[in-house]
């Protein structure tokens, strides 16, 4: 069992940026894919960028291209969200996601979440 916790959510203004946290209770370079997901009130749950499990390549949401960079600290068993440039539309829950299999967009692939991170961005 993995434990996930997301911390680094906040309220912020259209443009700012924030960076969100994931700390894993074990390290997931070599082992687990992680990804980070987002909720929106009202809205299914979706992909938003993901590290593979034995590489550093990466993979991202559309949206998120550009904007969002996702990194892993592999001495501190943390996998960051780096988000820039922020919209209105990103406000959601954040949400980290541990996979034993690959790297891939879909929410059931995932074996361990975190509880959230909740960031508001207001225009």
């Known amino acids: 069992q993995v434990q ?28 687990y894919a992680v990804a980070w997901f987002r909720q929106a009130p009202g809205k299914e749950r979706e992909f938003v960028a993901g590290l ?11 949206f998120g291209k550009g904007r969002f960079r996702i990194s892993r600290d592999n001495a501190e068993n943390t996998v960051f969200l780096q988000m820039n440039s922020l919209k209105p539309e990103d406000t959601a829950i954040y949400y980290c996601a541990v996979s034993r299999s690959v790297m891939t967009s879909r929410v059931g692939n995932y074996d361990y979440w975190g509880q959230g991170t909740r960031v508001t961005v207001s225009s």
């Open 52 to 62: 593979y499990k034995n590489r550093a390549s990466t993979y991202y949401a559309k």
């Open 4 to 31: 996930v916790v997301e911390s680094g959510g906040g309220s912020v203004q259209a443009g700012d940026s924030l960076r969100l946290s994931c700390a894993t209770s074990e390290n997931t370079f070599g082992r």
